[in-house]
C-alpha cells in the first residue's frame, strides 16, 4: 500500500503522513501476520470540511479475514467510540472484491463524528478508509450511504495498491 498525493481525482489531498507514528502502534493481533509495515495518511478536501482516514498494512496475512475483524474490534473497542451501523460486506458495481464496511459514532469535544468506515484485506495488505465530514456530525448514523462510500473506497483501490513484484 502507498499514500498517493490526492486521492478521488484531486478531491482529496495528503495533508500529514502518519506512518512512522502508526509504526510504534503494530502489535500483534494473533493473526499470524508477519513483517507488517504502517502506511496511515490524512487526507482533507480544499475547504477542510471533510478529512479522509487511510490506514494500511504491509506485509504477510496468514488470514487476512482475522486480520480484517482485529482491525473492527479495535476500532469498536475504542472508549470514544460505538458502532452506529453494524458492519457489513458490500460488492460495489463492477468491483473484483467485497469491502467490509460500518458507521462508526465518535465523541470527541462534546461533538458526535459519524463517519463510514470501509476495509478490505488480501494476503499482503490491510488497508482501511475512514470519512470525517462536518456535515455529517450529530446525524442519525442511517442516513449515511454506506453504498455509496464503499463504491467510492473501491475506486481507490488502484491508487492505494502497489503490484508486487
Known sequence: ???PKTLEGGKYTLEKDLSESADEQVADDGSGA???KPATGCYTTAPRDTEMLVTGLNGTFFSPTYA????FRGLEGNDNAEV???RREITPPGADAALTC???IKRQSGQKL???VCAWADTTTLVAVM???RAAAGKDPHSVDLDGFA???DGMRDDLLVPIG
Open 1 to 3: 500500500m502507498v499514500l
Open 34 to 36: 508477519s513483517g507488517v
Open 68 to 71: 480484517k475483524n482485529s482491525f
Open 84 to 86: 452506529g451501523v453494524e
Open 102 to 104: 460500518e458507521v462508526v
Open 114 to 116: 459519524v463517519m463510514p
Open 131 to 133: 470519512e470525517n465530514t
Open 151 to 153: 463504491a467510492r473506497v
